[in-house]
């Protein structure tokens, strides 16, 4: 068996542990984009969102063989070799550095063998653990885009990071990565 934690590609058997994902914080619709009702839906969204394609990659953090939550590598374009990172975690799984772990072997394959350059991620200024998972995995600050998200009725500015190849690698322990499969190039 593989070591745990780590990052592996998401699978259908995972639809069970998406949906305990939702369902223990429904806030995580704004990262997921959708509401996850049952498991049913879980499992659609495993088929249409979190499968890798050119443009995307998806990693499910896994702790000893439950997904507790996913590191994403998004608007993949190969001609600039940029992207866009955003990861979530279950309640359960916050708190032990799993996010910045996760995102910072997630950079590490797309600023070598992913074939990327640069990488970007924003997140709410009013957040502040998800600026601490991007600063531990090695994301500088860039500034502020005022109102960039609309949550309902409310606006949220948003505090932008990028991570280069040419940045000094983070002094951080990365979670395990199953291979996610071919380069974005």
Known sequence: MPASPLLRPWAQAD???LYAAFAAD?????????????????????????????QRRSFAVDVDGTAVGNIGI????SRHQTAWVSYWLAP?????????????????????DGGLFRLELGHRTNNP????VALNAGFRTEGIERSKLRYGGARFDVETHARLASDPVPDISVLP????GPSTS
């Open 15 to 17: 639809a069970p542990s």
């Open 26 to 54: 429904p806030s995580l619709e704004h990262q997921l984009g959708c509401r996850l009702d049952d498991v049913g839906q879980a499992a659609g969204y495993l088929d249409t969102v979190l499968v890798d394609s050119p």
């Open 74 to 77: 998004s608007a993949i374009d």
């Open 92 to 112: 359960s799984a916050r708190g032990r550095s799993l996010a910045s772990r996760g995102v910072a072997a997630a950079a590490e394959w797309a600023l070598g």
């Open 129 to 132: 653990a998800s600026c601490l």
């Open 177 to 180: 990565l199953q291979s996610p």
